[in-house]
């Protein structure tokens, strides 16, 4: 059972347009929320993330959005730029020292020239 | 060497060989993290080492040993695989404080087993 769950596997934005990533997750428990990129052949790089006692987190032109009664979460990137081109993953944790991560699939951006 | 890194990046072996995968993190972290990619699947945690002490097994195959020197260094010691073992792993470390969660990854072994 995936617990935590990104339904679209790809998205294809044009270039200075918002690319709006979703995830959505099960867990109650989970109150600590990431996302990471990952370009071909290099490993997850940490991107932004959220505490559930925040509903928004911003950072240059990344801004995580998590809506708590609905178990959804979101990342936005405005503008969009080509070197934004990979693959996103939803990541969250159940906090309280806790420190495993569980991860969706990801969401293969592409940011069309 | 800064970051999280990996050795080697791709592996081929067969079925009977006995491999190792490293990994060494220069952050200053204490914890650290195996992780597995296979197609179209989530990332899948293996293993994880606190402070150099396993805390979690997540049903891994005892074909996998881990091994955790000390808090920069991690291995995977892999032995009588199979070919469905086939996948990225993935090392990570973190530092274990407060409320950071943040997982720092190295670029991965790109393991096939014939």
């Known amino acids: 059972d995936q617990q935590v769950k990104q339904n679209s596997p790809s998205l294809s934005v044009q270039e200075g347009r918002i690319s709006i990533l979703n995830c959505d997750y099960t867990?109650?428990?989970?109150?600590?929320f990431l996302w990471y990129k990952k370009y071909p052949a290099e490993g997850p790089t940490f991107l932004i993330s959220?505490?559930?006692?925040?509903d928004k987190n911003e950072d240059g032109r990344f801004t995580v959005f998590l809506n708590k009664s609905a178990k959804h979460l979101s990342l936005h990137i405005v503008p969009s730029q080509p070197g934004d081109s990979a693959v996103y993953f939803c990541?969250?944790?159940?906090?309280?020292?806790?420190?495993?991560?569980?991860f969706g699939k990801g969401t293969k951006l592409s940011v069309i020239p | 060497e800064t970051g999280v890194t990996q050795t080697p990046r791709h592996l081929v072996m067969g079925m009977t060989n006995k491999k190792s995968l490293k990994c060494e993190q220069h952050l200053g972290h204490n914890a650290m993290y195996w992780y597995k990619q296979s197609a179209k699947k989530p990332l899948e945690l293996m293993f994880v080492?606190?402070?150099?002490?396993?805390?979690e097994n997540n049903s891994v195959p005892s074909r996998f040993s881990p091994e955790c020197p000390n808090s920069s260094h991690l291995f995977l010691h892999l032995h009588t695989l199979q070919p469905e073992d086939s996948a990225l792993y993935l090392c990570a470390s973190s530092l274990i404080s407060g409320d950071s969660y943040e997982q720092y990854f190295g670029p991965g072994t790109r393991l096939t087993v014939t």
């Open positions: 959220i505490s559930s006692i925040k």
């Open positions: 990541a969250a944790s159940e906090g309280a020292g806790s420190y495993q991560l569980t």
């Open positions: 867990n109650s428990m989970f109150d600590y």
């Open positions: 080492y606190n402070f150099k002490e396993q805390t």
